[in-house]
Each structure stands twice: as structure tokens, then as C-alpha cells.
């Protein structure tokens, strides 16, 4: 990629900007950008279950979250990250995830936010707290949390920091 950038700079002269993580999909069948045909072709979506096996909720279109960029905490086998925890990002969140090498900020979130994170990242901010009341762990919406989180993190840990009930 950086190769390919510097001979376009040398080329044009121009600048262009550096995209992480896009995957672009097309399912002839149900047409282009659906979701139903994303659900389709990957197998994900309604599909997956959110931490009490119901089917996922919707997290967020404002940023667009979610590995697949749907706006769920979906987490196929692909996700070697498992984006799967539904949080509401916090600036100590941000500062500390920051601080560990990878600067949200850059992706435009802002506190109150919500996004998919890695289960580890979360985890890690967890581990780190200094009680229950620390604002570096962000709040959990677990209706929208990826069944996948339970690799990482236990139900248990999750819900001290969830803002949504028992999954109803």
C-alpha cells in the first residue's frame, strides 16, 4: 500500500488520504449496499446473537460501527479483532486507548459515541479501572453486544458497566 502511494504521489503530485478497514461487498442476487444481501452472501447479521442469544440490535449509523460497517457489533470468523462489545466511548476511553496505540480519534469518535470495540481492548480498559465509577470503561449497550464478547469477557463483567436491562 505505501508503495503504491508513493507512486501515485510521484506520478500526480498528489496526496491521498490512507483507508483502514473497508471491505466493499455486492450480492448480484439481492442487489448492491442491502443489508438483506450482506445477511446473505455473509452469513451474519440478524443471524448473530447479542450476549443473551437474541438477535443483535442496531448500534449505531451515526458514526457507522460495527467490522462490516452495518451499524451492528457483527463478528464473523474474519474479525480476528472480535469488534463484538457494543460500547458508548468516553475522552478517558479515548485517551487510554490512545495512549496504547490506537487513537479513535483518528476514526472522528468523540465522547458519547457509540462504537463496536475489541473485546481485549475493552477488557484491557476494564483491568485497568480504579472501581466501578471509572469513566476509562466504556458503558456496554448489551442488546447490541456480540455473543463473541463472551470469548474475552464475562457476562458478569459486562453487565457492571451495562446500561441496558436484562435483554429483553
Not at 510521484?10 to 488520504?17: D, E, L, M, Q, S
Not at 462490516?68 to 466511548?89: F, K, M, Q, W
Amino acid at each position: 500500500m505505501r508503495l503504491l502511494r508513493n507512486i501515485l504521489t510521484n506520478i500526480t503530485g498528489r496526496r491521498y488520504a490512507q483507508v483502514h478497514d473497508v471491505q466493499i461487498k455486492y450480492v448480484k442476487e439481492l442487489g448492491p449496499g442491502t443489508r438483506a444481501a450482506n445477511e446473505a452472501k455473509t452469513g451474519v447479521g440478524m443471524e448473530e446473537k447479542n450476549v443473551f442469544s437474541h438477535p443483535l440490535t442496531l448500534h449505531s449509523t451515526r458514526p457507522l460501527t460495527g467490522f462490516l460497517r452495518t451499524g451492528y457489533c457483527e463478528s464473523p470468523v474474519s474479525d480476528a479483532g472480535n469488534h463484538s462489545v457494543a460500547a458508548i466511548v468516553t475522552n478517558e476511553f479515548l485517551d487510554f486507548s490512545a495512549a496504547r496505540g490506537n487513537d479513535l480519534r483518528r476514526a472522528g469518535l468523540t465522547d458519547g459515541c457509540k462504537w463496536c470495540l475489541c473485546v481485549a481492548r475493552w477488557k484491557e480498559a476494564f483491568d485497568a479501572r480504579t472501581g466501578d465509577d471509572d469513566k476509562k470503561v466504556p458503558r456496554v449497550v448489551l442488546s447490541a453486544t456480540n455473543k463473541r464478547a463472551l470469548e474475552g469477557v464475562t457476562m458478569e463483567e459486562l453487565r457492571r458497566f451495562a446500561v441496558d436491562g436484562e435483554g429483553r
